[in-house]
């Protein structure tokens, strides 16, 4: 502006003197704070007046502004008193103008470009250029140095770095942040590192390449949309505000606090870009990419979110007082434009330290970014090693192709898709790749001895565009013609040296030495000569694809076998095959291991026998684990099947035809081979079958022979077949091998009717839980005491002694004990008692005879009593003196009769008495026992009418019309039911003769 010209803005106004000498002519005198004072007053008095004469009222106010100035560069101590400005610290301030108008540059009255301000825009400071020079269009006055005014962002950052600390706002804000930053380290921490992978990230193994654009374009939208991670840095590097307009709240800024503001939404800003970038690289399609980036953008602004909700209210007072003075504080900074003369101008770098910043982080994320598209593109998040298992008979040898594979070697890919070949066979082996065209679709496809997944297609997916050949972990694959090949199971190795090693390694596991043919040993059928076989180590070397499982496994050799006559016994793969005589033309002197080892006529022919079955006489049925079947044992075995293909001559079995062959081992080894059922491997190999197993390994389990084996006497091998209990062995066995040895506890050799130890017979280990448990006791033995008999049977001995009587229990026709006569010469024995414990059938009839024992004329005896129990403290059955009772009956009623009417009478038991005849006549008439569970009522009514039918004997000429409710009665009883209950009882109906005792049992009629 040249000196001529007059001010015509409020600023150059309050600047010149002739306005201060209108103001008050003696304000030169005044204090430089009553300046300060009456200006400010001036000046809102003046804003007061604008509205009646605006031309003036700018002039005036222009000379209030000019003084105001004067006064703060002469007294900076008192501009913190009432000035519009407020000092920040230490920090020079720079004045500037306040805008009329926040929307704009133009007020009614004002000349356009005098006055502005710019836009806030999404950072943390909005500018807005006040005193910009006239040439560029700004606000430039006479007298004003160039500066900027800014603006705090609106968000909850704003409030935690500018407002009291310890105060509900701010505690507001600082949760509102710690919520934020705490979603995005969840979000990463859920992406990374948490998936049980071993790579840090799992990332696609590729996707298409529009998905890859967009992926891209993600990550730079994402860093230039980030508010906050460009407001910080730019924050940080213009340091704290030095002076504000407005509120003295925010007097209480302080550095620190301004700078960990700064540091925290720098962190989440970061967090924000980093997890929109991890996300975008783990997508695999454009809506998920967009999908993710907006999941984030939701997150990075919770903060201007909460500072809305805060100027509505919706936490109080206090925060929306907050959000309000922050909206409308502007303030400067007066180091933003100053220079470093000592380095170089510091100023350039921090009003353009976001812009270097954000390009810094951009420039690092989109390295990983191509790091991450390169790697797809090699192959490198593919799965390296996999084991694949084709579907029994879906592809020729399907079994030897069936194994790991590696991803190729050679870095070969198709349709960039990683190619999968055999691991060990790579140029003849088996290989997976992707094919562009299979009958125009895409697939997945199998073939073997081709370099070309298009071409001789063996199996193929159904119609897929996955970069991931896991993803088919568990699919239908099909054959070119699209025919249904099964289940193809395709899994990631973790360990290929655990996974993929050897099947069987004699290191680890030595199968059976020799093997027995049993059934199929005609030595002249079909060239057969061996009937034993011998494992031979051959060595792999040279190995191909179709000889490598044969190789890998034991290969068993006729014994008679030489170099040019030999049988093998060998597995293909899939099964094992006992081949005929094969003939080999050679000259050689080698033994058969030399020829096996290192004639390559041999690996031919093994070759042979294994892709087109020529000299296979049998083979087994199909293995589908062979490491769980390192040996042939217990395998079925049928003749080959014919083939229908050529490329199908793999040996397979006939299942219409089985032939009858078994293989046994013929050596045992206590950790390779082990003895069955507890048998012990001998040093010479053989197995000492020590709990009755049979077989050479003892493998035969010992049921049902008649003889009791403790070892097998459990509820899984049903109590050894029922050979240990009397009512359900079978065999002449039954009851001498491994039965009673020590009857009643008394092992004596001193019997002196029959011999003792020969003559047992019993069940002693019978622990069936359905027979009845029956307890015979010997007690109160008669002694012996004539002197001539003892000193005969004594030698010399002039003490009686006493014997046991011959014991014998019969149930049913079956004998359960028999024990013989046993002599006690030792007085204090005859004075002790002796039970046995015997297990019978439920409702069985049993009786107890005996033989007492006898010297010359003189006989002795002893009680024998009869229980229904374990013990002698049981319910006693029978019991009598073996010299009066040579023969005790009793039966055992049925076991839910026995629990139900022992309840009311003990002598069910004793056949003697009517109540035992009536609980025999139950068990036997095949209805009470369905009844007893039924409902045990109308079983004790029927036990009633059985004991009144054992008790009066009627003679009726009734028989025809006798009938009663329950389907018993006697034939002269009439009985008259109301639901299934008898009621009334009329006896001797058409009686011709009647004898006996009506019993009290009657009583159980409780309806009648």
Known sequence: MSSGEQPNDAWSMAMSDESNSRLDPRFDDLTDESKLNLLIARVDQMDKRAQRSEKEMQARIAELWKRLLESERSNKSSSKLNAPWRKIGNVTKKSSLESVERGGCEEEGFEPGKECQLPRDAYSITRRSSLESVEHGGCEEEGFEPGEEYQLPRDAYSILGCWKSNSRPFWIALLVISVQIAFLLLLLTDQIGSTGESDLVVVPVNVPRIVHASQALATIVAIFDQDDLRSAIEGYFDGLPTRFRGDMAFQRMNKPQWNFCCGIRFVQGFLSVFASFVLAVQSETVFDVLLNFLGVKFVSELDDLAFNLCQLGYFGVQPQRASKCIVE???????????????????????????????????????????VLISQNSGDFSAQEISMTLAEGSVPFAALFSGCYRSSRTGKMFVRRVAYEQMGFEDDGGLLGFCGDVDGEKAWTFTFNSVDPCKNIY?????????????????????????????????????????????????????????????????????????????????????????NQALRHPIYVGSSSTPTQYELILFTGQCWVLTRTITAKIDSNLSMQDYMNEDAAFLSTLEMIVKTGYHVELVSSSVTAAKGFPTPLGRLWYHMQNPKKPEFNYPAADLSRPQEMNLRCAKCGNITNPCYYGGICREDKICDCVNGGGGALCQEVPIRDGRCDPYFNTEQYDWDGGDCCGGTCIGHQCGLAGGLSSPFGINSNSSTVEDYQASNMG????????????????????????????????????????????????????????????????????????????????????ELSTNIPCFGIFCIGHTVTVYYGKNTEST????????????????VPLECLTDVLLNYSSSIFDLSTHQGKAASALSNDGLSGFLCFENSDLVLERYALAVLNASVHFKSSNWGRASNCHGFGAPAVRTTCTNDTITSLVLGIDVVDQLGTIPTELALLSNL
């Open 329 to 371: 504080a502007q303030f400067q900074q007066d180091d933003r434009n100053k220079a470093d003369e000592n380095t170089w101008n510091r100023s350039w770098f921090r009003k353009y330290a976001h812009v270097i910043g954000v390009f810094g982080i951009l420039a690092f994320l989109l390295g990983l970014f191509f790091f």
């Open 876 to 891: 006693m059955i029978r019991s009598g003196n073996v010299k009066n009772e040579s023969q005790l009956s009793f039966g």
């Open 763 to 846: 069940y002693g280990n019978c622990v069936d839980p359905s027979m009845a448990p029956l307890t015979i006791e010997l007690n109160n033995f008669e002694l012996f005491d004539d002197e001539y008999w003892i000193s005969i049977l004594t030698h010399g001995s002039d003490d009686p002694f006493c014997s046991t009587a011959t014991i014998n229990v019969r149930c049913n026709g079956i004998t359960y004990i028999h024990a013989p006569q046993n002599v006690l010469f030792n007085t204090s024995d005859c004075g002790l008692a002796y039970a046995e414990t015997i297990h019978v059938p439920y409702g069985s009839e049993c």
């Open 459 to 547: 199996a193929r997916t159904e119609a897929t565009t996955t970069f991931n050949i896991l993803e088919l972990g568990n699919s239908q694959w099909y054959s070119r013609e699209g025919v249904s090949l099964g289940n193809t199971q395709i899994s990631r190795v973790l360990d290929a040296s655990a996974e993929c090693g050897e099947t069987t390694s004699d290191a680890d596991y030595t199968p059976c030495e020799q093997l027995d043919v049993q059934g199929f040993i005609d030595g002249n059928q079909q060239g057969l000569r061996s009937t034993s076989f011998y494992k031979m180590k051959v060595n792999s070397t040279g190995a191909t694809v179709f000889t």
